[in-house]
């Protein structure tokens, strides 16, 4: 469970999804409340994952169903070499999602062995997907249907205003990546 603090009257409030929403004490917003970032995830690195977990589901269901009516042998092969190089791909970014949420190496494993299923793989691109919106919506972001960029990663408290460089660690007050701007 997520503890927010409110940045008004400093109550604690507990499993907030959003800072879009009211205070229950004050009544006032909780955008730049502390604690949305309660760990060191890098919500860059997720936001990026999630774009191309989008993509890559979208190819997969174009390469599945081109494989599926093709109307030549050929076409078929092509596709289906297609459909495989999306598998290969979305194997490497539920692996990377997967590390980049924290979790332990057993699920790890089991999002390995279940992206080794052909028919099953492309149901653990959506499932990955679905993580992924899930984490950078609890930290407060709204979320496309393809994802959203760095800019909006960059309106979280603790990240670089210019480059959307996690900060939550950075005690110099400069950013490491572009030297410009500090975290709020």
């Avoid at 995830?41 to 599926?68: C, E, N, S, T, Y």
């Avoid at 290969?88 to 979790?103: I, K, N």
């Avoid at 496309?144 to 007050?173: F, K």
Wanted: with cysteine; aromatic share 4%; proline share 4%.
């Amino acid at each position: 469970m997520q503890t927010i603090t409110c940045p008004t009257c400093r109550e604690k409030i507990e499993d907030v999804l959003s800072p879009d929403v009211l205070c229950p004490a004050c009544g006032n917003s909780l955008r730049g409340a502390t604690g949305w970032s309660v760990s060191d995830r890098d919500f860059r690195v997720i936001a990026r994952i999630h774009r191309q977990l989008a993509q890559l589901i979208l190819a997969g269901i174009f390469a599945q169903v081109l494989a599926a009516t093709a109307p030549s042998v050929s076409i078929a092969i092509v596709a289906s070499i297609c459909a495989l190089a999306v598998n290969v791909a979305g194997f490497a970014q539920v692996v990377r999602l997967s590390a980049a949420l924290g979790d332990p190496i057993t699920t790890r494993v089991v999002w390995i062995i279940l992206m080794l299923a052909p028919c099953i793989s492309l149901f653990v691109l959506m499932s990955a997907n679905r993580r992924a919106k899930t984490a950078l919506m609890k930290a407060g972001l709204t979320v496309g249907v393809m994802g959203i960029g760095d800019a909006e990663v960059a309106t979280l408290p603790g990240y670089c205003r210019n480059c959307a460089c996690n900060m939550t660690r950075n005690t110099s007050g400069q950013c490491p990546e572009c030297g410009y701007c500090a975290a709020e």
